[in-house]
């Protein structure tokens, strides 16, 4: 079953704005990741954020989450060219099976 | 990348013959993960590892067997493909549960049934 759902599904913008890309998720969490995957490549991990945090930083990257909502959000400012990629959160079972439970993606396109 | 190799990187192969996928780390790290990735579903956990001959299932396990003799190998079996089976394939590794840290993916495994 998926458990984070990505909105929107694709999402195209120009260089230089920012990108938001939401998540929303079922049952309780430990954590939420985000990754990033470039055609053809691997899943990168981005960023990880406990279930007791609300927000976070990393270089261009801002999350946010909201437990009593189940979402999340994943904010890239300043878009380049090369953050086009599909963005994929992930969650754990909070304690059943290990494994992290992804979500479809968002598809980001940057246009320059 | 986090050192994970993914053996073979493409492989088509007939339907009812047996594949081993290999995914072999140099990290030294407890948790090994076998996903498949195919459009519309996102990335389904297909079996993890938690230490040598320690595994368990994931969400899409039917069809599959995997196996762990050392820490830095784990092998993902189909024992008699089927069409349903072509996918992508992805290891991944992380150095403790996946609810306290991050996860390293391999650069998949294209694999084709015809």
């Known amino acids: 079953s998926q458990q984070g759902e990505e909105d929107p599904q694709a999402l195209s913008i120009q260089e230089g704005e920012n990108a938001t890309m939401n998540c929303s998720y079922k049952?309780?969490?430990?954590?939420l990741q985000w990754y990033r995957q470039n055609s053809g490549r691997g899943l990168v991990h981005l960023i990880l954020i406990r279930s007791n945090e609300r927000e976070k930083h990393s270089g261009r990257l801002r999350v946010t989450l909201d437990t009593s909502k189940k979402s999340s959000s994943l904010l890239i400012t300043a878009s380049r060219a090369a953050d086009t990629a599909s963005y994929f959160c992930a969650t754990d079972e909070g304690g059943g099976a290990d494994g992290l439970t992804f979500g479809k993606g968002t598809h980001l396109i940057i246009q320059p | 990348d986090a050192g994970i190799t993914q053996s073979p990187r493409h492989k088509v192969t007939e339907t009812g013959t047996p594949v081993t996928l290999r995914c072999h780390q140099t990290?030294?790290?407890?948790?090994m993960y076998w996903y498949r990735q195919d459009p519309g579903h996102g990335l389904r956990l297909i079996h993890y590892?938690?230490?040598?001959?320690?595994?368990d299932k994931g969400e899409v396990s039917d069809g599959y067997s995997v196996s762990r003799s050392k820490t830095e190998d784990f092998l993902l079996t189909l024992e008699s493909a089927t069409s349903s089976q072509t996918s992508v394939y992805f290891c991944?590794?992380?150095?403790?549960?996946?609810?306290?840290?991050?996860?390293?993916f391999g650069q998949g495994t294209r694999l084709t049934v015809v």
């Open positions: 990290e030294n790290h407890r948790y």
């Open positions: 049952t309780s969490i430990n954590n």
């Open positions: 991944a590794i992380s150095e403790s549960r996946v609810s306290n840290t991050e996860a390293f």
């Open positions: 590892s938690y230490g040598v001959k320690d595994t």
